[in-house]
């Protein structure tokens, strides 16, 4: 389980940095769309499902993003959980257990599986193979995402898109489970105050500072 929220926590740094340069094909085409999301406001429903089907753990929350490198990922039910990145150091808080992680980003693409930065050189086909997929029952326009790196965690990613907004998401790791997610009420390109992205431990929790190591 923890190797399943590292890997979705990797993917959604990944898709708040992404860069590419322009060209007609599936990776260029999603390039641009995520390249359009200069900031986004939206709430999430999140389910993990394991290889026999069965719904392991279900979440919602909201999330904020905006460009360059900050993002919001501010889980409500059933167990709250708040993670926040301003590119530079991310928390993690998890009330409940009264504790704070703090964590550097990576500075290298692919360090973390699923991460690209946004590197006006890198594009998504250095990363993955990028191909327009048809999903049964969905009216969506979809993207599916295959690491070429075959050690990451995630083997398999699927975006999918209304009008060029983001709608759903799903991964696969190598174990077979799945993570579900929808985003509904999105709101593209509004201003969004910078104070969201950053985080000040509240004085009464533990703080693992890993930035220290």
Request: no cysteine.
């Amino acid at each position: 389980m923890l190797a399943i929220k590292k890997s979705l926590l990797g993917f959604i740094t990944a898709w708040f940095f992404v860069s590419a340069a322009h060209a007609e094909s599936a990776s260029d085409t999603l390039t641009g769309y995520l390249q359009n999301m200069r900031s986004m406001r939206a709430d999430f429903t999140q389910t993990i499902i394991d290889n026999k089907g069965r719904a392991l753990q279900k979440s919602s929350g909201e999330m904020l993003l905006q460009r360059p490198n900050q993002f919001r990922w501010d889980v409500k039910t059933p167990i709250r959980q708040l993670i926040v990145t301003n590119g530079k150091r991310l928390w993690i808080y998890d009330p409940d257990l009264e504790q704070v992680t703090i964590r550097g980003l990576a500075k290298a693409a692919g360090e973390t599986p699923a991460m690209l930065l946004s590197d006006p050189n890198l594009s998504l086909g250095k990363e993955f193979d990028v191909k327009a997929i048809t999903v049964a029952s969905s009216a969506l326009q979809w993207f599916m995402l295959t690491p070429k790196d075959k050690s990451t965690v995630i083997s398999a990613l699927q975006l999918g898109f209304a009008n060029h907004i983001i709608q759903e998401m799903q991964l696969s790791d190598h174990l077979g489970h799945t993570t579900k997610i929808t985003f509904t009420h999105v709101k593209l390109n509004a201003p969004i105050n910078s104070s969201l992205f950053s985080f000040t431990p509240p004085t009464h929790v533990d703080v693992i500072d890993e930035t220290k190591h």
